[in-house]
């Protein structure tokens, strides 16, 4: 098999030469290398700025069919190599065959509608007080924007950025999380050169949070949008806030599902499982708080207990599983580590709780005070903390009591109920009788909080996020003014 072009070769525009070092690709079930990529410079980060720069005029004046024509030919594109993508997916990034599945057909439908996005209107006519004047106002690109992307979905995750940043005229700049810079990061620039997008428009610079600090310091990168954890995003937000950059930041969660007294404990239990487990718990929306009403704790208990011992873990490529391996050691650890301490405070395992390398098991704790890390902090991990509530009203105040406000879901056989405590949540998506990990394209999607900056993905909001606007008045001649 021929060498890929992104051992030696940064995607600047074009496949380019490049002076970086190559980054091992490893794979977290088994630690084998796999392949090397080529990651970037801040030199990198400059040149390939003044590259978009130059492009991005160009870009933004091809008609609207033609640059939608090229998204529909990358959306087909992900369809025609999906086969090579998952098998990426699964190797680099430890998802299960469904896990990969979904997500190529989630950043497929985001190609779909992003294609959709330059015929949509792009501005309003106002009135004038001055006779013969006509006012508009019309969206225009950004410039050139950075996407800065995390490891878990790191395919949607970064193209739900690029794919309408790049409908809405403006270039792009992507850099992936080091541990997947080839499905997140490289395959898509083979995508997007194939399906025509012009020289110059997209770049791909993998490396780590040096490239990301220089993409974010660059004065002529107008737009960051990021996703990742609430640490990185606040840093990202100081910056682009000093230098009046516009900045979008998805950060990380910590989700309640709250069981109330009158639930279907079977539906809830099933939803908590899938919630808590999918992927490995490594999801900004994983259900990673259960808060349960006392009078039916002990039959949730008992429930979800049952559904993670039936789960198993292990590496997807050489087996069907429902856990894969965390993304790495020190992640793997961390889940550990937050486990012991809250076992060290009181909590109780009641299913799983041990690592094993890169696995982990699917884990029940019981006992969880707001106080045990388990609680408070964010684990993306497979853990399901259960915490004990006594009314509504104490519900909704361990809700509300993490500083994280991305997700949160309700079950109880009261649709009105569950909506009226939705609307003293403090955070950006509630999902009544269902589990917090839920993204549907076409519906505006983020956080609250210390889960980002309360700016929204997905559908309308594409058009907003991805472009600013500008006033034009026009007068038929000139006037006098008094002097
Ligand atoms: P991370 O913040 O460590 O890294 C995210 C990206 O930022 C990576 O590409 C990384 O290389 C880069 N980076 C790191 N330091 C940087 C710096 N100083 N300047 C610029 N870039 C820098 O996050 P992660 O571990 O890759 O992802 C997990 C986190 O992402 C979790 O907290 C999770 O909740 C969050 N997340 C949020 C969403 C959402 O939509 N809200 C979705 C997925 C993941």
């Not at 959306?75 to 896990?99: D, M, V």
Request: net charge negative; aromatic share 6%; glycine share 10%.
């Amino acid at each position: 098999m021929s060498t890929p072009i992104w051992e030696t070769q940064l995607y600047m525009g074009k496949w380019q030469p490049a002076d970086g070092p190559q980054a091992p690709v490893t794979e977290p079930a088994t630690g084998e290398v796999l392949a090397k990529v080529q990651t970037a410079t801040a030199a990198d980060v400059d040149r390939a700025t003044r590259i978009a720069n130059d492009a991005q005029r160009h870009w933004a004046e091809l008609p609207f069919d033609q640059k939608a024509e090229i998204l529909r030919r990358a959306a087909a594109l992900l369809k025609e190599r999906a086969e090579e993508i998952n098998r990426w997916n699964t190797r680099e990034c430890g998802s299960i065959g469904p896990k990969a599945e979904w997500e190529l057909q989630a950043t497929y439908e985001q190609a779909q509608m992003a294609a959709a996005l330059p015929m949509q209107p792009s501005g309003q006519i106002f009135p004038s007080s001055l006779p013969r004047r006509r006012n508009y106002w019309k969206r225009v690109p950004i410039g050139t924007v950075g996407v800065i992307a995390p490891w878990n979905f790191p395919i949607l995750l970064a193209m739900r950025s690029v794919f309408p940043a790049l409908a809405m005229g403006n270039c792009v700049i992507l850099k992936p999380a080091p541990d997947s810079a080839v499905c997140g990061g490289t395959l898509m620039a083979e995508i997007l050169e194939a399906a025509g997008v012009p020289e110059g428009v997209f770049h791909v610079l993998p490396g780590g949070a040096d490239v990301g600090e220089s993409l974010v310091q660059h004065p002529e990168i107008k737009m960051i949008s990021f996703t990742g954890s609430s640490a990185v995003g606040e840093r990202i937000g100081e910056t682009c806030g000093r230098m009046l950059k516009k900045c979008a930041l998805e950060l990380g969660g910590n989700n309640a599902m709250v069981i109330l007294d009158d639930a279907d404990l079977e539906a809830a239990a099933s939803s908590a499982a899938w919630g808590a487990f999918l992927h490995q718990g490594q999801i900004c929306m994983q259900a990673g708080r259960h808060l349960v009403h006392r009078s039916v704790a002990e039959r949730y208990l008992e429930k979800l207990a049952e559904r993670a011992g039936r789960l198993v873990a292990g590496d997807p490529w050489q087996q069907q599983v429902h856990l894969g391996p965390l993304i790495n050691e020190s992640q793997a650890r961390r889940v550990e580590e937050i486990v012991v301490r809250s076992v060290e405070m009181g909590a109780q395992v009641v299913a799983g709780g041990q690592r094993n390398g890169n696995f982990f098991d699917a884990t029940v704790l019981a006992g969880v005070t707001p106080q045990m890390p388990a609680f408070a902090e964010e684990i993306f991990g497979p853990v399901a903390p259960i915490t004990l509530f006594d009314s509504d009203e104490e519900a909704i105040d361990l809700v509300n009591a993490s500083p994280y406000g991305l997700a949160a879901a309700i079950h109880s056989a009261s649709t009105e109920r569950a909506q009226r405590l939705a609307e003293r949540l403090r955070v950006g998506m509630v999902h009544i009788n269902d589990q917090t990990v839920n993204n549907e394209f076409q519906v505006p999607f983020g956080g609250m909080g210390r889960s980002g900056t309360s700016g929204r993905f997905g559908g309308p909001a594409n058009l907003e996020e991805f472009t600013t606007t500008q006033w034009v008045s026009v007068m038929e001649q000139g006037i006098q003014y008094p002097f």
